[in-house]
């Protein structure tokens, strides 16, 4: 809940802290700004001119739901959780209760699994996407849903995050660097040449570009540095119709390709196919 981490919200027009007012129903800044808490327990911390974009429709939302609920990308899910046990001896040997920051955090998917295996973890779910957070807010006790703009300041107190986790969605190297505790980390999992390659063609979706992984670590250049390797994260995935029409209308394909001749595609393709999934994942720390 949004209780769970209010000490480490911040006003995003000037980060000050935030406190709950009249019964939690809004949040307020020391210096007088107010963001209502929304009746489903998110809170939308956007200052000035507001949110730019929508991020992933409920629709989107509603495909990686059914998608990720049958367990497809477990594998992932146990990398990233493995991951942040890892940064959390370094950064959080003492803390009782460590703060995880997880952007474009979706459905809680990847979240929740960490915070049931670290004891008193505390989760900051944070989606620009309104209908993820709805999800989100749901999706463990101690997960506090925030909808805001990764691109914009990260609406949380300098220092406040023993980890982040970033799974398939935008980074702000910057605000990572702000954010993060000194000898935290930010654990990213990003899609590798050759991610459900066995779907490209006969859906005639999106691939995966040359030189993803070395282009972010560019742009972190300056804020962040990576610790060791990336660690390649391979598996198959036997998959039916079903499954492989709520993973194109999870992804950003589902945007470029028309419904219903994607349907049609789909309904074209073999009862059950075997797809491979493929990430690279990767520790940053501040430079
Ligand atoms: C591909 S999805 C990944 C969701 C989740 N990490 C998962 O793997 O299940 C990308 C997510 O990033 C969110 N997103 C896109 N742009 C964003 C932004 N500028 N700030 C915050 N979230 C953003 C989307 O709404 C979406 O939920």
Redesign the pocket.
Known sequence: MLKDILDVLADPVDLSPLRGADDFSRLVSETGHSYDVARQGYVTLAGGKGLN????SPE??QS?EAF?SQGY?APFVEAVTEAVEDVLEVSAPDVAEPVIL??????G??LSHTLDTVDGSRGVG????VP?AKHLAKSHPRVGAVV????ERIPLIDGSAHAIT?????RNPAEFRRVLVDGGEAVI?TADQGHLDELREPLGILGVEEGKLERMLEQAQGYLEPVGDAELIEFPMQLEREAIAAQVG???SARHVDPATLQERVAALPERLEVTARAQLIHLRKA
Do not use: K, N, Q
């Open positions: 974009h929508d991020g992933d989107m939302v990686r990720l990308f997880e952007v474009g955090a979706g459905t998917y990847y944070l989606d620009i996407s993820a805001a703009d990764v691109w970033v799974i398939f969605a935008p999992l999870m992804s950003p």
